[in-house]
Structure formats: structure tokens, C-alpha cells
């Protein structure tokens, strides 16, 4: 009898149709998403492959920094818990397993881009801008 191993790979591109420039993407920081404050099918791509259990965040989804926990979750104007103020984008995708609560992330805060490729859409009328904040310049 004689065995024959059999290996599997998968590879992806990430969708960077958002970002309309790579100024600020060398100078990203490391954040920690709440996935419970992200919506499955526009700010993550749930996995329905059982091989690969792995669901992974969308690059470019917009984030604010929760006050009470300090992690971060999708950008809401309307949110009243830290959400309303726009921290920057979700510069890389983002594996995670499926019972995971925090993910860690790239933070683009410094860039051009996009608003209508935008995972999830994002208003620029609705960002307050702020000198402290992120430079986010959208086109």
C-alpha cells in the first residue's frame, strides 16, 4: 500500500478598490476590532467552506474606537459609544475564526480614498473633521 499526501492551498487578492492612493499606507497602525460591532456580508465576509472555517474582515470598512472597551468597531455616525468619530480604514483583510470576539487589524488613518468603493459606504459629509484625528482625504 502506498500513501500519496494530498495538499491543499488557497490564495486571494484583497480588494483595495477603495484606496485611490498608497500615501499613508506605510505608516499604519494595530488595532483590535470588535467583531460583535461589525455586520456579517458588509464589514466581513462570513466563510461558508468548511475546509476553510476562516471568515475575514474587509479591507477598507471604516472604524471608530469604542470608548468603554477601547477596541474598535464599523464607523456609525449615529452611534453614541465612540463609533461616531471616524478612527480610519481597515487597511489589510483579516482572517478570523469563527467563535473569535477581537480581531487584530491594520489602521490606514493617513490616506486618499475612495468613498464609493467603500465596504459597508461611507458619507464624507458625516466624517467630522479634526486635526488630532485621522487624515483621511475622500474622492
Excluded: C
Excluded at 57 to 73: D, E, F, H, Q, R
Amino acid at each position: 500500500m502506498t500513501l500519496q499526501p494530498i495538499v491543499t492551498s488557497m490564495t486571494y487578492t484583497a480588494d483595495r478598490a477603495w484606496l485611490a492612493s498608497l500615501h499613508g499606507t506605510n505608516s499604519t497602525e494595530t488595532i483590535t476590532l470588535d467583531v460583535s460591532k461589525l455586520t456579517a456580508g458588509t464589514h466581513y465576509a462570513a466563510s461558508t467552506d468548511t475546509t476553510q472555517p476562516y471568515s475575514r474582515v474587509l479591507s477598507g470598512v471604516p472604524v471608530g474606537k469604542i470608548t468603554a472597551s477601547g477596541l474598535y468597531g464599523a464607523f456609525d455616525p449615529a452611534a453614541t459609544d465612540g463609533r461616531q468619530t471616524l478612527a480610519g480604514h481597515v487597511f489589510a483583510e483579516t482572517l478570523f475564526a469563527p467563535a473569535a470576539t477581537k480581531v487584530p487589524a491594520a489602521l490606514l488613518w493617513h490616506g486618499v480614498v475612495i468613498a464609493a468603493k467603500v465596504p459597508g459606504g461611507i458619507d464624507p459629509t458625516k466624517v467630522t473633521p479634526s486635526v488630532t484625528g485621522p487624515q483621511i482625504r475622500y474622492v
